[in-house]
């Protein structure tokens, strides 16, 4: 008896899962309000979970009527970003079904769950070659959609001469589609260009819009493929022109009017390609001039329509060979763009005139004005490419007018745009300064207003600047005092008003200053101040090192105050800070021991000559000896060879004698003077050795494009240990910022990136950034490593990979 009771409860149990597993999954748009009623979370997935196993339970069964209804359902739960892989081969089924409604909804499920890495996307290769051929257009359209949407390059290759086939077909429906399809074709394989050549040129005697626009688009893409299919295209200008004219002159057409604008996706779509077709050709270049200038005189620019088809003129024109007269008028254009209401209207005008401000900018300046008002904007983006604009526009006759501006805006400005908009008012000054006196004057205003936001080699630049104007002197130290003793809050100014006020103490003292008020101070006013600063929490360990360099320079300059000088100087000798610390051991030192020498050695600055190319870009006459002798080491590369650091050059480098590095003997015929250093002095002491000069690492260029360098130098540490050193520069005019550096390596070498020095590079070399990487090869591997440079110019990212097979020194 129990075993027939067990007998009879399995036939139970087994028949009810059967009934669950046949019974058909609610419908699709019941689903969907379920699921959008669900409260929370967890009560979607258990409503998805449900009919996903019933889905799952339907897929199973071989003669499921229901197939395109389950697979719709699957797609939606694809579109809510759950799993439905598990419907890829349902795809490929219902895409072999000789019904349409099969098919349409297995076409999308492919489009939607494959893609070209899925092997199931092989086994539709021969469905699709079939609908192809197919009689009715639709099945025809589904197929060719599909191959333009996730078609790999093997099917490509299998089905491109049945598309090339489609293009010459009677229907119009037909060739569109075609079309579209072959721009993918070409995009996954490009030799295979040449095939649809033919036929894409003999669409554009069409005269449907569709199929137009699919050529147009088709022949764009050959175009900017292959050098030599430009060449044959550019035949086919004139042709272009009568269609562009037909869209221009036509009249009202319900069918392709947009706001008043014949077809104007179709106007866009062959403006590019004449921008193409026309670029450093003059020949094409005419042919095209008349027309350009019949669009941009009749297009209306009221709406936003004619203002796409307007701008696009404006960029065919600026990139063609095109007639002075055509290009004064694009940029008119983008003048009255820069009146209208939009801002993304305002934002792509002034990224078009940042373009060709350099090659037009006399026409530009015409709507300097405008530019100048678009500072004012709340737009974020706008302002920011409004300040480079601006920047961009300053020249010897504006420099005060636009100056003014760019100083009011910096009173004002974002504190994100601060230190933008001072490093362009600083190189302006620097080229365009009318005399010496606006130049400082010009940067202690900006030091004044954003002195916290400043680069640091402002600094440096500004104590040249008001060292090599002798006759400036006296005028520059009162005005610095009076603006260190209105604010200490802005470092930058500090450290210029300390630096000042040690070298040309006495001058201020004087109080005879024909340049300015003149104002009576004290001995004890001026050490007042710079005690202000040292004491203050406000500044910074490098300001302290100015103020109390300052406050010793002043003790030779002086003459009552000495020993509240040298008070001052010996309480910094117990400073937490290590510089600061050893700073006043050195001067007490100065004090006591060698006080015959502290005139001399505290005398005033020598005039700091600039560096050999002319141009001073914010660097230490250290560092240009440096770039100096890098570029001789790098000339005589062969000759050098790493030499082992021996124990005179490891005591030197305990003792941080020099910030220089020890250089090699020149090349002969070469000579660099070096001076000497600490070490040097210490080993004289100690019986007149001269160290070894030790071979620095060979430096290597691994990267120079759009004017970014990259060097790399390496060090190796151990036998398994490397250092590897990347200096990255910037020549030209641009400022570049969001600068970064990504490196990889095989995975059997470990890798450490330590933090870069910046990630921003100033035009023309001003700085450098300087990123090390460490690294281990314990498996003593080929050595190889790939280098990822990103970085923003004018509001444009751009990116680009290099790979080093090589490292220098190894």
Not at 18 to 32: F, T
Not at 133 to 145: E, I, P, T
Not at 489 to 494: D, E, I, R, T, W
């Amino acid at each position: 008896m129990e075993c027939i009771e067990s007998h009879r409860l399995g036939n139970v149990c087994a028949t009810a899962a059967s009934d669950i597993a046949m019974s058909p999954s609610i419908p699709l748009q019941e689903m969907i309000r379920a699921i959008r009623s669900a409260r929370t979370q967890c009560e979607e997935r258990g409503v998805i979970q449900r009919e996903c196993a019933a889905i799952r339970a339907q897929f199973r069964q071989t003669d499921s009527g229901a197939r395109s209804h389950n697979l719709a359902k699957l797609l939606y739960v694809h579109m809510l970003g759950y799993p439905a892989h598990f419907g890829q081969m349902e795809c490929v089924r219902m895409i072999a079904s000789p019904r349409y409604s099969e098919k349409r909804v297995g076409y999308l499920g492919a489009m939607m769950l494959l893609d070209e890495k899925q092997d199931a996307s092989l086994l539709i290769t021969n469905s699709i070659k079939n609908d192809l051929a197919h009689s009715n257009q639709y099945v025809q359209s589904l197929a060719l959609c599909t191959l333009a949407c996730m078609g790999s390059a093997e099917m490509c290759r299998d089905l491109a001469p049945e598309i090339e086939r489609l293009l010459r077909a009677s229907n119009s429906y037909i060739k569109k589609k075609a079309a579209l399809c072959a721009v993918h074709i070409v995009r996954k394989v490009h030799e295979l260009g040449e095939l649809f050549a033919p036929a894409a040129r003999s669409l554009l005697v069409e005269k449907n819009h569709g199929v137009l626009h699919g050529a147009v688009v088709l022949i764009t893409e050959l175009c900017e493929r292959n050098h030599e299919t430009l060449e044959r295209f550019r035949k086919i200008v004139p042709d272009l022109v009568q269609i562009m004219k037909g869209l221009v002159i036509s009249g009202y057409s319900p069918e392709h009017d947009v706001a008043g604008i014949s077809d104007p996706f179709l106007q866009v779509r062959i403006l590019r390609l004449l921008r193409i077709l026309g670029r450093n050709n003059e020949v094409a270049s005419d042919a095209m001039n008349d027309l350009l200038a019949q669009v941009a005189t009749n297009t209306d620019s009221t709406k936003t329509v004619g203002n796409a088809v307007l701008y696009e003129t404006v960029l065919t024109v600026l990139d063609i060979k095109s007639e002075c007269g055509l290009r004064v008028l694009a940029v008119n254009i983008l003048g009255r763009f820069l009146l209208n209401n939009d801002r993304n209207i305002r934002y792509i005008a002034m990224t078009s005139l940042q373009k060709i401000v350099c090659t037009d900018h006399n026409a530009v300046q015409r709507h300097r004005g405008t530019i100048v008002d678009c500072l004012k904007d709340q737009d974020a983006s706008v302002k920011r490419r409004a300040l480079e604009l601006s920047l961009a526009l300053v020249s010897a006759t504006n420099i005060r007018t636009m100056m003014k501006e760019l100083l009011l805006f910096l009173s004002s400005c974002p504190p994100e745009l601060k230190s933008h908009a001072a490093s362009g008012i600083f190189n302006a000054a620097e080229r365009y300064a009318p005399s010496q006196r606006w130049h400082i004057d010009t940067i202690l205003h900006v030091l004044t207003t954003a002195g916290g936001d400043v680069r640091d080699e402002t600094v440096p630049n500004l104590i040249q600047l008001i060292t090599n104007t002798s006759e400036l002197h006296c005028y520059t130290v009162h005005k610095l005092y009076r603006a260190l003793l209105t604010d200490i809050s802005q470092p930058s100014l500090v450290q210029v008003a300390c630096w000042c006020i040690g070298e040309y103490g006495d001058l201020l003292m004087k109080g005879e200053c024909q340049e300015t008020e003149a104002v009576q101070v004290s001995e004890d006013d001026a050490l007042d101040a710079l005690e202000t600063v040292l004491q203050s929490h406000m500044s910074s360990p490098a300001t302290r090192g100015f103020a109390l360099t300052a406050t010793m320079k002043l003790s030779t300059r002086i003459t009552d105050n000495v020993d509240r000088i040298r008070s001052i100087v010996s309480i910094y000798g117990s400073c937490l800070d290590v510089e600061l610390q050893q700073r006043a051991v050195e001067y007490n030192a100065l004090f006591k021991k060698y006080d015959h020498m502290r005139a001399a050695v505290l005398e005033r600055m020598p005039v700091i000559e600039k560096n050999s190319l002319g141009d001073t870009n914010g660097e230490s006459m250290g560092e240009t000896m440096k770039e100096i002798q890098t570029a001789t080491v790098k000339k005589a590369e062969p000759l050098l060879q790493q030499q082992p650091a021996n124990q005179v050059c490891d005591l030197l480098d305990l003792l941080g004698g020099s910030e220089e590095p020890l250089q090699p003997s020149p090349a002969p015929g070469l000579s660099i003077n070096t001076a000497s250093t600490a070490g040097g002095d210490l080993l004289d002491l100690l019986g007149g050795f001269e160290p070894t000069p030790l071979a620095p690492a060979p430096t290597v260029t691994v990267y120079d494009k759009d004017g970014v360098a990259l060097t790399l130098n390496c060090e190796k540490q151990s036998d398994s240990g490397l250092t590897v050193t990347l200096i990255a520069s910037n020549s030209t005019d641009s400022d570049i910022s969001a600068f970064t550096l990504q490196a990889a390596v095989p995975k059997s070498v470990q890798l450490h990136m330590k933090a870069p020095s910046g990630d921003s590079l100033p035009a023309r070399g001003a700085a450098k950034v300087t990123q090390l990487v460490v690294l281990n090869n314990p498996n003593k591997v080929s050595l190889k490593m790939r280098i990822r440079v990103s970085y923003t110019r004018q509001g444009s990212a751009f990116q680009d990979t290099v790979q080093v097979d090589s490292f220098p020194g190894l």
